[in-house]
């Protein structure tokens, strides 16, 4: 039984480039989740999608973040025009509709914007 | 807005030793969750509780839902060196997220 696997998990880009990060959730669930944390902090909500349908962003997610998850397996959460404020560990989390409010997370993707 | 707050925000103990941690909060929860990251890992799932004086254990981990649903408590007990990391409560925010704890950092001496 695989967990939830993201990739890279390292990423170093200069600001202004774009990135793109991939989420493979554990295959039967449904419910797919982006979060971000920052040094210190816990991991803040930025999206939600069931299956393929994104139902919930976060005021954090800006209008240079976009989140797709176009068949309702895999997510990719791309970062246009990075800025340093970027930086930060993004998380992906799944959950099973119907289930309990479990969330179960990936190791993430530690972004470092130069 | 809502908050989580935990107490301690850091805790340095000898192996061996019992650990109490807590998190309070400023709305009710129906669900609380109790999750340890390591270093550059993602958070994993301890344990869920689900109704207000639940007490659930998992290993040496023993978890309490509060009676006013506005806080949880984790206790780790004859802790080891492998318990060092972030503990953080979460608490669903919404339909659709959880909302997570300040954290508590658990440092265990050999």
């Known amino acids: 039984d695989t967990g939830v696997s993201q990739d890279p998990r390292h990423k170093i880009t200069k600001r202004g480039q774009n990135v793109t990060f991939r989420c493979d959730p554990i295959s039967e669930h449904n419910r797919l989740y982006w979060y971000r944390q920052t040094l210190g902090q816990g991991p803040e909500f930025l999206t939600y999608?069931?299956?393929?349908?994104?139902?919930?962003k976060s005021r954090l997610l800006s209008d240079r973040f976009s989140a797709e998850r176009p068949k309702g397996s895999f997510s990719t959460l791309e970062i246009q025009r990075t800025e340093q404020g970027d930086s930060a560990m993004y998380l992906c989390?799944?959950?099973?509709?119907?289930?309990?409010?479990?969330?179960?997370f990936g190791p993430g993707t530690r972004l470092t914007v130069t | 807005g809502q908050q989580l707050n935990q107490s301690p925000q850091s805790m340095f103990i000898q192996e061996g030793e019992d650990v109490s941690m807590n998190c309070t909060s400023s709305?009710?929860?129906?669900?609380w969750l109790w999750y340890k990251q390591d270093p550059g890992e993602g958070p994993v799932l301890l344990i869920a509780l689900y109704k207000a004086g639940e007490l659930t254990s998992n290993g040496r981990l023993t978890a309490q839902f509060g009676t006013t649903r506005k806080d949880s408590f984790l206790n780790i007990s004859a802790s080891i060196p492998s318990d060092v990391g972030i503990y953080f409560c979460a608490g669903p925010a919404g339909a659709n997220n959880l909302f997570f704890g300040t954290g508590t950092r658990l440092t265990v001496i050999p």
């Open positions: 989390a799944s959950s099973l509709l119907g289930g309990h409010d479990e969330q179960y």
């Open positions: 999608f069931q299956n393929e349908a994104q139902l919930e």
């Open positions: 709305s009710i929860f129906n669900t």
